[in-house]
């Protein structure tokens, strides 16, 4: 059931040709990509400054992964994102500020200030709130979708976990029960190549889709930099699971070019290997993509690399002005109303 493949087969949400068919699907991946690229380059030069409150998480390299994954599925099924994910946020409607908010421990943030950093989501957006333990929203995924299932409603979940993440508990109870009750879910495996400071070669010896057969799912590795394919894969996985076919495990292979946050200088990845993959910057590959289509002229590139910098700089503006919690209402969003 395994299969590597640089697109996937069958009818998916894709228009008629495919994702590059259309310049407007196209243009907005683009878009935001760049914005989470601006977004997390702000951030970074905010933590060096000192202006912003404990770690900070980034995605280099992985937004082809999360802006291909959100925009292949419907704005009303849950998505259980995780820190270097800021992408399938930006694509579900959360303004940048608000980000930025969170990592600043700002009462503007989606947690009222009560939890900072990368501990983010909105329910109103359907977007889970994750925790540190990076395994966990593959349990919650699970149960969003056996929740749509239950109800016989047409909608499914998709949760993001690192390669190390595949090592703990939870995550086989997961996989096992979402392919035995045959759920909705789709699973994206980011295989960046290191889990925090584990490389790899310590971690399996086998790929990690590889073993989707193993929970009797299909499972499928697509290059985590190419938006396209990472989109591909993801349409098609999510037309099985709204036709009841259960779910799918999705392997992006990419790189994490920073630390595990930015206090991490990284010393222990070999200087070569981030000097190849520097060469395959996802945002670069689509941008040479779009130029090639005829999507997009040089100049509408820069321009969209502009005007999102410029909305970096605004969100930073904004999120640093905003105020801090008070404590007068710490009792309150406790519990679900």
């Not at 303004?95 to 989501?121: C, E, N, V």
């Not at 996985?237 to 009841?244: D, L």
């Not at 090639?292 to 969209?304: F, R, S, V």
Request: net charge neutral; proline share 5%.
């Amino acid at each position: 059931m395994a299969t590597t493949r640089k697109k996937t087969t069958g009818k998916s949400k894709s228009p008629a040709g495919g994702v590059t068919a259309d310049r407007e699907l196209c243009l907005k991946m683009f878009r935001t990509m760049a914005l989470q690229r601006a977004v997390e380059d702000r951030m970074v030069t905010m933590y060096r400054q000192g202006e912003m409150l404990g770690s900070v998480y980034t995605g280099h390299w992985h937004e082809a992964i999360a802006v291909g994954t959100a925009a292949a599925i419907r704005q009303g099924d849950f998505l259980c994102p995780l820190h270097r994910d800021v992408g399938a946020h930006l694509w579900r409607g959360m303004p940048p500020w608000q980000i930025m908010a969170s990592f600043l421990g700002k009462a503007t943030g989606p947690t009222g200030g009560r939890d900072g950093t990368l501990h983010y989501g909105r329910p109103d957006l359907n977007i889970y709130n994750p925790c540190s333990h990076v395994p966990d929203n593959v349990p919650v995924a699970t149960g969003g979708a056996f929740a749509f299932k239950y109800r016989g409603e047409d909608g499914l979940a998709l949760c993001y976990f690192g390669d190390g993440a595949t090592g703990n508990g939870g995550y086989h109870e997961a996989m096992n029960i979402a392919a035995v009750m045959s759920l909705p879910c789709i699973f994206i495996c980011e295989n960046n190549q290191f889990a925090y400071s584990t490389p790899l070669r310590l971690t399996t010896h086998a790929d990690f889709y590889k073993k989707a057969a193993g929970y009797g799912m299909p499972g499928v590795k697509v290059d985590g930099t190419d938006a396209v394919a990472v989109y591909e894969a993801t349409a098609e996985a999510a037309r099985r699971a709204r036709a009841g076919e259960g779910p799918t495990l999705i392997e992006c292979v990419t790189m994490r070019m920073h630390g595990h946050a930015e206090h991490d200088p990284a010393s222990y990845v070999p200087r070569e290997m981030l000097a190849e993959w520097a060469k395959r910057d996802p945002v670069e590959l689509f941008a040479a993509r779009l130029q090639k289509l005829g999507h997009a002229t040089e100049a509408e590139i820069a321009a969209i690399r502009e005007n999102v910098r410029q909305e970096a700089l605004a969100a930073r503006k904004k999120a640093l002005g905003d105020p801090m919690p008070v404590a007068t209402n710490i009792e309150e969003g406790v519990y679900a109303d």
